[in-house]
């Protein structure tokens, strides 16, 4: 699963995410090797009500390789 770093509190031995459990559970996933699909790259970002745009020469936000 997917879940933004934005505002996350790291700490001695935890990461405490800026988002309740119920909504990081239901984030988009994919297996442990796949891979994220360029059209799927929004449906991460709206699940998260987060502004999608590509990078400025229209290259992908994520699952880049």
Same mark, same amino acid.
């Given at each position: ?6 505002? &996350? ?5 935890? =990461? ?19 891979? =994220?699909? &360029? ?6 970002? &709206? ?15 994520? &699952?880049?390789?």
């Amino acid at each position: 699963m997917f879940v933004p770093l934005g505002g &996350a509190t790291v700490g001695p031995g935890y =990461l405490k995410v800026a988002y309740d459990k119920k909504q990081v559970k239901e984030a988009p996933s994919i297996g442990t090797d796949g891979e =994220l699909l &360029a059209e799927d790259e929004k449906t991460v970002f &709206a699940h998260y009500e987060l502004a999608y745009r590509t990078g400025a020469g229209g290259e992908r936000r994520l &699952a880049r390789r």
